[in-house]
Every structure is written in C-alpha cells, then in structure tokens.
T-cell receptor, first 113, second 115 residues
Framework: AQSVTQLGSHVSVSEGALVLLRCNYS??????LFWYVQYPNQGLQLLLK??????LVKGINGFEAEFKKSETSFHLTKPSAHMSDAAEYFC???????????FGAGTTVTVRA | DVKVTQSSRYLVKRTGEKVFLECVQD?????MFWYRQDPGLGLRLIYF???????EKGDIPEGYSVSREKKERFSLILESASTNQTSMYLC??????????????FGPGTRLTVL
C-alpha cells in the first residue's frame, strides 16, 4: 500500500520569500504523485502531477516539484510567495491500475505581509 | 473543463436522521469517489465506484453507504447520522484507464454538521 507523509502541518512565510512544502512517499512500485491546493471553503484543485516523465514538474501559479526517487520525496516549491498562496496543500500518491489516491495530512500555508 | 457539483455546500442535520449527499460530474468519468476531510487527518476515502451499480469500500466505510444508478451521479448516504460524522465531505471523479486515471477532479465540498 502507498502512503504519504507531509512534514509540517503549518508553514508561515513572508510575502516574496521561498515556499517549500515537504512530501515523502512510500510505495513498492513506481508512483504517480500529485500536489493539490485547497483554498478556504473550496474543493481541491490540482497544482501539478508526476507521472514518470520529467522529474521536475511545473504546475500552475508558479509552483514546481521535483521527484527524487532516491529520497522518496516530492517537495513543492515556489520562489516567491504571494498573499494569494495562503491555502492548504495536499500531497497524494497513487500507482498504475489503482484508481485510489492516498493523501497526506496537509500543510496550511500562511503568508505574512 | 471538468465540473463536479455537490448538492449542498452546508448542511445541518440531527442525530439519527438519514442524510443524502449528492454528487454529479459532467465529464463522463467512470470513477467516482467520496472522501471525508478532517483537520490533521487529510482526506480519507469512504467509498468509490468504477462503474454504474459498482462500489468498493474505502478506508472508513462504517456508517455510510453509497448508490450509483447513473454514470454521472454518485450519492453518499448516512443511514443514521451521528455527531462523529460532522465533517467536510468531498466528491471526486476520474477517468478509468492509463496514467490520467489517477488524476481526480473534486467538487466544492459539503460541510455537514450533525447536532
């Protein structure tokens, strides 16, 4: 079975600073990896996904993530935080022929002016 | 764009009531899912369905049932609501085959309060 660990339930950054959200996964077979964002009182929106192509994946709103097999990690970064990035972020893992996603507990990002 | 809609954004029910949460998707997706979201626990899968009239239990099916009579619609049923079922409920859908199958599209959620 697959699982995801997100390090840090809350992250606070200054506007313009680097955003770094950590995600480690566990999977016995090559994984598919996803980052979703949830704005207050809304559903989840896909930020980016890794599906065994390029290891550096670019997503929407200036976010990107790098798949590192040796570290079983898929950390999410954005070079310069914006106030609109305040949200909850979820990392998720799946594998071929398993339609289910396993989600991490989520990381809430606060952006300070 | 894929659109997943849920029948209510906010719902307040009393203990013991039967509760129906409805979800509709407009992209002809084969798979549909129901999750509950609680602070610090992320999303936990309740049930999913890969075809009409087909269903499989997720990680926390106790106290819930589902119905899928049409491809576009997936209902979550709380037979006798309890206070510990107060939560945010999210519906999602996805295609059946290939890598794209794993990308799920989410509805806006229903925040259910059981008093």
């Amino acid at each position: 079975a697959q699982s995801v660990t997100q390090l840090g339930s809350h992250v606070s950054v200054s506007e313009g600073a680097l955003v770094l959200l950590r995600c480690n996964y566990s999977s016995s077979v090559p994984p598919y990896l996803f980052w979703y964002v949830q704005y207050p009182n809304q559903g989840l929106q896909l930020l980016l996904k890794y599906t065994s192509a390029a290891t550096l994946v670019k997503g929407i709103n200036g976010f990107e993530a790098e798949f590192k097999k040796s570290e079983t990690s898929f950390h999410l970064t954005k070079p310069s935080a914006h106030m609109s990035d305040a949200a909850e972020y979820f990392c998720a893992v799946s594998v071929t022929n398993d339609y289910k996603l396993s989600f991490g507990a989520g990381t809430t990002v606060t952006v300070r002016a | 764009d894929v659109k997943v809609t849920q029948s209510s954004r906010y719902l307040v029910k009393r203990t013991g009531e039967k509760v129906f949460l409805e979800c509709v998707q407009d992209m002809d997706h084969e798979n549909m899912f129901w999750y509950r979201q609680d602070p610090g626990l992320g999303l936990r899968l309740i049930y999913f369905s890969y075809d009409v009239k087909m269903k499989e239990k997720g990680d926390i099916p106790e106290g819930y049932s589902v119905s899928r009579e049409k491809k576009e619609r997936f209902s979550l049923i709380l037979e006798s609501a309890s206070t510990n079922q107060t939560s945010m409920y999210l519906c999602a859908s996805s295609f059946l085959g290939g890598a794209a199958a794993n990308e799920q599209f989410f509805g806006p959620g229903t925040r259910l309060t059981v008093l």
